[in-house]
């Protein structure tokens, strides 16, 4: 049983345009969630996060937008450059990040950014 | 920022030998490191917690006589796996928690492969 999901295994973008990242959770106790960049044969690195207090949170070309009602969560990069290529993780924990919870991962989804 | 170095990035080992993995936190104290498994296409499942000083959480299904767990320093955790099989072979990847701000932080990930 998946905890959270990434319904599209892959994205394509055009360059300059606004990629949107979806990510659907299931269990309620989750409160703290993570969007991790993939490339190949390398370890997730870490991109931006929200707390469940929150609905927005932004960092440059990143905003995740948190909808608890729905416990859905997006990432949106905009404007779109072809270094955005990667797999994209959506993760989550149950302890508003302050403890010693480990994630609990997506299945990611492979964002392709066209020229 | 914090940094999380893994080694080796990369073995080969045959049936039945036994490989050991490291995960060292660079530039802070780590009490608790995570190790997660990625098989392909494929999410990054957690494995086991590592906590200094004691036993290793295991998640379900997860053999810990197969997948042995020391965390003997605040900087060092290590996974062996005993025993190997070629359905061990996958790419495992540990993790941190920064104590600042929260943030997990990855190693580069160990890609393991029996022959």
């Known amino acids: 049983d998946q905890q959270v999901k990434q319904n599209s295994p892959s994205l394509s973008v055009q360059e300059g345009r606004i990629s949107i990242l979806n990510c659907d959770y299931t269990n309620s106790m989750f409160d703290y969630f993570l969007w991790y960049k993939k490339y190949p044969a390398e370890g997730p690195t870490f991109l931006i996060s929200i707390s469940s207090i929150k609905d927005k949170n932004e960092d440059g070309r990143f905003t995740v937008f948190l909808n608890k009602s729905a416990k859905h969560l997006s990432l949106h990069i905009v404007p779109s450059q072809p270094g955005d290529s990667a797999v994209y993780f959506c993760?989550?924990?149950?302890?508003?990040?302050?403890?010693?919870?480990?994630?609990?991962f997506g299945k990611g989804t492979h964002l392709i950014i066209q020229p | 920022g914090a940094v999380v170095s893994q080694h080796p990035s990369r073995v080969i080992c045959k049936s039945g030998t036994s490989v050991k993995i490291e995960c060292r936190s660079l530039d802070f104290q780590a009490t608790t490191m995570f190790w997660y498994r990625q098989f392909p296409k494929q999410s990054l499942m957690l494995m086991a917690t590592?906590?200094?000083?004691?036993?290793?959480?295991?998640e379900q299904g997860v053999e810990k006589d197969k997948f042995l767990i020391n965390h003997a320093s605040l900087t060092l955790s290590t996974l062996t796996v005993t025993s190997a099989h070629p359905e061990d072979s996958s790419f495992y990847i540990c993790?941190?928690?920064?104590?600042?701000?929260?943030?997990?932080?990855f190693g580069s990930g160990t890609r393991l492969t029996v022959v």
């Open positions: 590592s906590n200094e000083g004691s036993k290793a959480t295991y």
């Open positions: 993760a989550a924990s149950g302890y508003s990040g302050g403890g010693a919870d480990g994630l609990t």
């Open positions: 993790s941190a928690r920064a104590p600042l701000n929260y943030g997990y932080t």
